[in-house]
């Protein structure tokens, strides 16, 4: 019997080694890496042992894992991160269109809590949060020392119930604090409005369940109120931070008539997933558009924006965007847990990478109407990607490329702040509020070179 067992484990070692496909160079690599990454986790356990019998007080030894897993998350880019059982029951809230809360994106760099954008018609957007505004404070204590996913879970709570809030704002002093009632918030994601009769203004704020549905009705809707005789749209893309890639690809479907919407570059490049433009639902191939986006419009704005541009159907307006093109997965590792992990990076129709770069205006146009206007309004005043700690970029860089990549946009960055500081006296008067996109300075620009477009096109006929 124990010559069978013998024989049998001797013929199975041959036939894996028939099959296997690593030299032997490969499987001593391999061993050698394996005995590394042993002897790594030997140290963990030696400090977790050392912790465990001589700290001065008794230590939860699951809240020290949980730590080391987050620990061990942060340090690959600011979107990969550990799931505890609490996050990772509350994954599905954000993309549903309903959540509690105060309706902001947030980030974190460095371990400060930065506002990316306040969604529109919340009470963070109502009371005057700002993009790129540091949350310092919570409820008068301190941030300094949260996980995100910590800071985020105590601005979150019962609708109704008061906050408060501490910002901290390039250019003034001190903290400005905020008094806020966390509402039930239900994004209403598509707004419509018809302008100076014949120009359709469309507003998406979130890529959420059915966007793209209604974004078709919100456009038919306004050619039925201008009896079909649409000369131009206006996609306001600006500081909507994304969301669904579905509805990213089921958006642009709607103004392209084929080809690639989107791809994505996984480790291995060979592994190359395409999303085309879908051919049923709602298309409009012909009408002029103008897509407006800003520092805060992020992801699935991006991808929109980049294929739009790419396929040559719209012109893209205002300033830089965000430039978030990682793709992540959540990886389930038990029934309560799990990772959010970078997995690939989306690519626009022409293999523009959109990570840490953004979708760059075909015409950059100032926020507010008389702003100075030059080399240095490119230069947003937003928080972007590329400046997150440890944020991934889009190619991979030697050494030496890290370090002079580091150093310039620490050079970019101050550059900007003190530029920020120097308009923000004049900003924070603040321009006349504004009722409507009639009165915004950016929709106006958008809808004069939809006019010129219009004209133009008229004139060639002729």
């Not at 950016?442 to 939809?450: H, T």
């Amino acid at each position: 019997m124990k010559m069978n067992k013998a024989l049998v484990l001797r013929a199975f070692f041959l036939v894996a080694i028939s099959i296997s496909p690593l030299s032997n160079s490969d499987i001593f690599a391999q061993t050698k890496n394996d005995k590394s990454r042993f002897q790594k986790l030997e140290l963990f356990n030696k400090v977790l042992y050392l912790i465990e019998s001589q700290y001065y007080r008794p230590v939860d030894t699951e809240k020290l894992i949980q730590g080391a897993l987050k620990g061990m998350m942060n340090t690959l880019d600011p979107h990969s991160t550990y799931l505890d059982e609490r996050v990772y029951s509350k994954m599905q809230e954000d993309t549903q269109g309903e959540f509690g809360g105060l309706g902001i994106e947030v980030s974190q760099k460095d371990g400060v809590i930065i506002v990316i954008t306040p969604i529109d018609d919340t009470p963070a957007y109502k009371a005057g949060i700002k993009s790129g505004d540091k949350i310092v404070e919570i409820n008068h204590e301190s941030t300094l020392g949260l996980t995100l996913e910590e800071a985020v879970e105590k601005m979150r709570g019962k609708a109704g119930s008061p906050i408060n809030i501490g910002i901290a704002r390039e250019g003034l002093d001190g903290i400005k604090r905020y008094e806020l009632k966390r509402k039930s918030i239900k994004i209403s994601a598509v707004k419509s409005e018809l302008i100076d009769n014949n120009f359709a203004y469309v507003r998406l704020t979130q890529f959420q369940k059915d966007a793209g549905k209604g974004i078709a009705k919100a456009l038919k809707k306004i050619s039925d109120k201008a009896k079909g005789n649409i000369k131009g749209i206006v996609l306001d893309l600006r500081s909507n931070p994304g969301g669904l890639l579905d509805e990213a690809v089921n958006v642009s479907s709607i103004f392209l008539k084929d080809g690639i919407v989107v791809s994505t570059e996984s480790r291995d490049p060979k592994q190359k997933e395409i999303r085309y433009v879908k051919k049923t639902g709602y298309k409009d191939l012909k009408t002029p558009i103008a897509v407006l986006i800003n520092g805060a419009s992020a992801s699935a704005s991006e991808i929109v924006a980049g294929a739009l541009q790419d396929h040559k159907r719209a012109i893209i307006l205002g300033s830089q965007s965000f430039g978030k093109g990682s793709v992540q997965s959540i990886a389930k590792i038990d029934e309560k847990k799990g990772v959010k992990l970078t997995i690939a990076q989306y690519m626009t129709p022409k293999d523009r990478k959109i990570q840490a770069v953004g979708i760059k205006p075909d015409v950059y146009v100032s926020e507010y109407e008389n702003a100075w206007v030059g080399e240095n309004e490119k230069k947003s005043n937003y928080l972007r990607e590329s400046d997150l700690r440890n944020h991934l970029t889009a190619t991979i860089e030697t050494p030496d490329e890290t370090k002079i990549r580091l150093k310039r946009e620490k050079e970019e960055r101050l550059e900007r702040i003190a530029e920020i500081k120097k308009k923000n006296k004049e900003k924070d008067k603040g321009p006349k509020k504004i009722s409507g996109p009639k009165e915004d300075f950016q929709v106006i620009q958008a809808v004069k070179y939809l006019k010129s477009f219009s004209f133009f096109e008229q004139t060639v006929k002729i």
